[in-house]
């Protein structure tokens, strides 16, 4: 499979723990972004990723959350404290770099984050 | 405020049937529209991408429909089947000097086909 993945694809936490999520975009991909999707909601644009370097990051993205993409590749997000509020499914998504105007993203499976 | 208004919020029809789905936006300066198939517990697949220049795009049984001047997009699709269950998301890229934070999602009309 040549998709993005990401993993794991569910995941249950206490209020308070940390967690990591992955993500592996499609190899020749350059961009790599991270979205959160809650329930009855359109995805919300996290952060953003050319290669390793984060270009952009969204309000949302508050102090306890952080992205990584160390060698331009795969990616993690990091959430410390979780609070409920976090209970979401955090998507990730990758593009090509080029020319391309339309700049399509690719998304991956997801992961379910539940805080309990 | 830069939004995509999709309606209905939610839909059943029967297998076989036509359906049309509406998306209006606000955003400005305007890139692209995109319609996403999102299945339950899974990321959303592209179906669709139109700029403001091409007012109509097909795939398969979806088309999309795009009115730049009044800034509505449709997405019909026809001949429903019970694998076209799904939240459908109209998705609005503005052209914000090079911002890749500029996707604006909708809620997503959610699609249920009964047989």
């Known amino acids: 499979d040549t998709g993005v993945s990401q993993d794991p694809r569910h995941k249950i936490t206490k209020r308070g723990q940390n967690v990591t999520f992955r993500c592996d975009p499609i190899?020749?991909?350059?961009?790599l972004y991270w979205y959160r999707q809650t329930l009855g909601q359109g995805p919300e644009f996290l952060t953003y990723?050319?290669?390793?370097?984060?270009?952009?990051k969204s309000r949302l993205l508050s102090d306890r959350f952080s992205a990584e993409r160390p060698k331009g590749s795969f990616s993690t997000l990091e959430i410390q404290r979780t609070e409920q509020g976090d209970s979401a499914m955090y998507l990730c998504?990758?593009?090509?770099?080029?020319?391309?105007?339309?700049?399509?993203?690719?998304f991956g499976p997801g992961t379910r984050l539940t805080v309990l | 405020k830069n939004q995509v208004e999709q309606s209905p919020q939610s839909l059943i029809i029967l297998e076989g049937k036509n359906c049309t789905l509406q998306?209006?936006?606000?955003?400005?300066?305007?890139?692209?529209l995109r319609w996403y198939k999102q299945d339950t517990g899974r990321g959303p697949v592209s179906l669709t991408i139109?700029?403001?220049?091409?007012n109509t795009k097909s795939n398969g049984r979806y088309t999309a429909t795009l009115d730049a001047d009044t800034k509505q997009s449709s997405l019909h699709i026809t001949a429903s089947q019970l694998s076209d269950s799904a939240s459908y998301i109209c998705?609005?890229?503005?052209?914000?000097?090079?911002?890749?934070?500029?996707?604006?999602f909708g809620k997503g009309t959610k699609l249920s086909v009964k047989p």
């Open positions: 998504a990758s593009s090509g770099g080029g020319s391309r105007t339309y700049n399509e993203q690719f």
């Open positions: 190899s020749e991909h350059n961009r």
């Open positions: 990723f050319q290669n390793e370097a984060q270009l952009e």
């Open positions: 998306c209006n936006y606000t955003v400005s300066p305007f890139s692209n």
């Open positions: 139109m700029t403001f220049s091409e």
């Open positions: 998705v609005v890229m503005g052209n914000y000097g090079g911002s890749q934070g500029n996707l604006i």
